[in-house]
């Protein structure tokens, strides 16, 4: 059976992973995957988790099965964090939630959900999106499409073609991946004002929102950072959200995401609810409950929260900083609509306007790792190396 089987390619990110782990340059520059860093190349675990760890550890008292719904207190205190206590869907009972394994768990069962409603309908991704998105979302049998989302001209969301796209081409039923913020690769968001345009086409065209909240807490802060979510849950009749903890919590490797659908009534949400527990024990059983319990703890207890939401803080912060910093460094003659760009976008990722010859020189020269795409995550950056990254940028160009 074996030898029918064809090697498959490393995906690009992990790839890249790789490539930066075995370069062993002391000076290399880490901006390739999406995952925190200090300013001495440390993902360390956050204090309140290790305080929650540390708490929890006394308090567990059994490793039996939890739910394929995963941990209740969990979800409920997830949905109250990212959509807020007075939230008329959640208050309303109309928000069906699974815990999942990871945002790609939750993006996996949001996936499912639409597959199984019989409709078939296409899902919409921007171009770019987040590299996994086409083959996760694709596999379970949905046909995908691209909207135009980025202007690599521009440097700036495409937003009239976005729009004109989702008008024109998306049909009634349609599915539409949006990034709630902190856009994945390009940290180009859309504005307050665009969410409030774009929300009426969605509802008007019958389109169903499915928002992507990988990053939430590390653009504006949670409350900015879920406008657009909130806003097509209060206008659109069914929307799918997944969201992750593994940035705004660092519990990466944990694996500890959300899924939700916000629908028309109590009974819809009991309905979808079965969905997401008989879906997720077909395809993993249950998720795993110890980042989940650590959340639930952190987001349970008052002190513990306030400790969270200093960290969280001082992350995006630190990541506003080494933007403003990198920017500052490449503002120079025929450099400036990159350096405004990078300073104006928002969370870990910026696509620089690099071609695959200057991302491999990059490599190969300067031992800077960003994805092919361009792709950079600004958390790899330090107060130290921003110069010497800004050199081999503007060596390359
Ligand atoms: C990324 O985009 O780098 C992260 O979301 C990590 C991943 O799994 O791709």
Same mark, same amino acid.
Not at 77 to 85: A, E, K, R, V, Y
């Given at each position: ?10 995906? #690009? ?34 204090? &309140? ?32 964090? +990212? ?115 774009? #929300? ?7 389109? +169903? ?33 997944? &969201? ?84 500052? #460094? ?50 790899? &950056? ?7 990254? #800004?050199? &081999? ?5």
């Amino acid at each position: 059976m074996f030898e029918s089987l064809i090697a498959r390619p490393t995906d #690009a990110i992990i790839a890249l992973m790789e490539m930066a782990k075995a370069d062993t340059n002391p000076n290399k520059i880490d901006l390739g995957v999406g995952v925190y860093k200090t300013a001495d190349g440390a993902t360390p675990i956050m204090r &309140a988790v290790k305080q929650a760890e540390g708490l929890y550890l006394t308090e567990e008292i059994t490793k039996s099965y939890v739910s394929t719904i995963g941990n209740a207190e969990f979800r409920t205190s997830m949905l109250d964090l +990212i959509f807020g206590t007075d939230y008329a869907p959640l208050t309303e009972g109309r928000i069906a939630s699974a815990q999942a394994t990871g945002g790609s768990g939750a993006l996996r069962l949001g996936a499912e959900l639409v597959m199984s409603s019989g409709k078939n309908p296409t899902v919409w991704v921007p171009t770019p999106t987040w590299a996994n998105h086409t083959p996760l979302i694709g596999s379970v049998g949905l046909t995908i499409k691209q909207y135009p989302y980025y202007n690599s001209d521009t440097l700036g969301v495409d937003f009239d073609d976005m729009l004109a796209c989702l008008k024109d081409e998306a049909k009634a039923g349609d599915v539409i991946v949006l990034h709630g913020c902190c856009h994945n690769p390009t940290g180009a968001d859309l504005s307050k004002a665009q969410w409030d345009r774009l #929300a009426p086409v969605l509802r008007d065209n019958e389109l +169903i929102p499915f928002v992507d909240l990988a990053y939430f807490g590390l653009g504006h802060g949670i409350e900015e950072d879920t406008y657009g979510l909130r806003l097509v849950g209060e206008i659109c009749p069914e929307v799918l959200m997944a &969201a992750s903890c593994s940035k705004n919590f660092a519990l990466y490797k944990e694996r500890v995401g959300l899924v939700a659908a916000i629908t028309t009534s109590p009974d819809q949400a009991k309905l979808v609810q079965s969905q997401f527990g008989a879906l997720q024990r077909r395809l993993t059983s249950m998720p795993p409950d110890h980042g989940a319990a650590l959340v639930a703890r952190i987001l349970g207890d008052a002190a513990l929260r306030q400790v969270w939401t200093e960290e969280l803080d001082e992350m995006r912060e630190r990541m506003q900083t080494l933007r403003k910093s990198l920017s500052d #460094a490449l503002r120079v003659q025929g450099a400036e609509a990159m350096a405004a760009a990078i300073l104006n976008q928002n969370g870990m990722f910026s696509t620089l306007p690099l071609s695959l010859e200057q991302t491999q020189a990059l490599r190969e020269k300067h031992s800077v790792y960003v994805m092919n795409s361009g792709r950079m995550n600004i958390a790899g &950056a330090n107060a130290t190396n921003i110069p010497r990254l #800004a050199e &081999a940028i503007l060596a390359v160009l």
